[in-house]
């Protein structure tokens, strides 16, 4: 298919699956690459349940500092974009790996969130889970005393058993796979494109190539918001 053929018009169940990328021209740093948040910070004292039953306050300040830098930001074209194909085709799904919470900002319904939220925390002493959007966060500690812990699948994590199996349905069901932003190289959310069928039309949106790239039938390199607008 040509790329100037590869419109979202042309497909009937579309799954975006994004990752930190889709959030760069907000100004939300990425992970990997220069100025990637772990070569500024080593996840094993930042962001990883050892370091949180170690130090939750050194964990907090880290997760504070991202949710000031998140809620000053805002969404970019990309997140318009995939709201916009949502709006014009209800069947569409939204898979992140992202926490920033900028794909709901921006009214997109239903996001599968592999990794958790910024904006969601736990008790582990009530087992509760609420959603709190202030920034930096108003209590730290839950009523009952205990520290509240960021709902984020951190590594070592397992991830939501529906969550998965709510990606890979709707992986397997589309005809449009549109990977936006992500260096698939976080598991298990990386082997994700695996699940489409043969059939399926497989777009990568990045300015660089990735280990899955191959996997691919077309690999759109530039900027997230550049790029979908062209598939508009
Ligand atoms: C688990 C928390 C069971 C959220 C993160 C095999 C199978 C299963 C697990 C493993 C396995 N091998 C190893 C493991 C363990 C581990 C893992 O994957 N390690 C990696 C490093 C090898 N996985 C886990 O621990 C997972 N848990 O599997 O449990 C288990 C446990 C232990 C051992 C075995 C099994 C939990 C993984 C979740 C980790 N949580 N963060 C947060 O803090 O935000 S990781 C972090 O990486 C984020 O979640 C992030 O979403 C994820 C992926 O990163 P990307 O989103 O892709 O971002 P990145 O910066 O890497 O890349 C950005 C890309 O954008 C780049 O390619 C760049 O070129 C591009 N870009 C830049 N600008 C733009 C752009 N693209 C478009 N437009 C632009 N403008």
């Not at 969550?163 to 992986?171: D, E, P, V």
């Not at 949106?205 to 997230?224: K, R, W």
Request: glycine letters at 6%.
């Amino acid at each position: 298919m040509a790329t100037t053929e590869v419109k979202f018009s042309n497909f009937k169940k579309i799954v975006f699956f994004t990752g930190a990328g889709l959030s760069a021209e907000s100004g939300i740093p990425t992970f990997r690459g220069k100025g990637g948040t772990w070569s500024q910070y080593n996840f094993e004292d930042y962001a990883c349940q050892k370091a949180f039953d170690r130090d939750p306050e050194k964990v907090w300040d880290f997760h504070d500092e991202r949710r000031v830098v998140a809620a000053e930001c805002e969404p970019n074209r990309a997140h318009q974009i995939i709201a916009e194909v949502q709006k014009m085709n209800p069947a569409t799904k939204v898979i992140t790996q992202n926490i920033d919470g900028l794909l709901d900002r921006v009214g997109v319904k239903d996001t599968i969130e592999l990794h958790g939220s910024l904006w969601r925390v736990r008790c582990y002493g009530c087992e509760m889970v609420t959603r709190d959007d202030t920034a930096p966060i108003r209590s730290r500690k839950c009523e009952c005393g205990q520290y509240f812990r960021p709902d984020i699948v951190w590594f070592g994590d397992m991830l939501d058993d529906l969550q998965m199996q709510n990606a890979r349905t709707a992986i397997r069901s589309c005809d449009l796979l549109i990977s936006v932003g992500t260096s698939a190289s976080v598991f298990p959310a990386a082997h994700l494109p695996f699940y489409a069928m043969p059939e399926a039309f497989k777009v990568e949106v990045n300015p660089e190539i990735t280990d899955m790239t191959s996997e691919y039938n077309l690999h759109l390199s530039g900027p997230a918001s550049e790029m979908l607008e062209k598939m508009l």
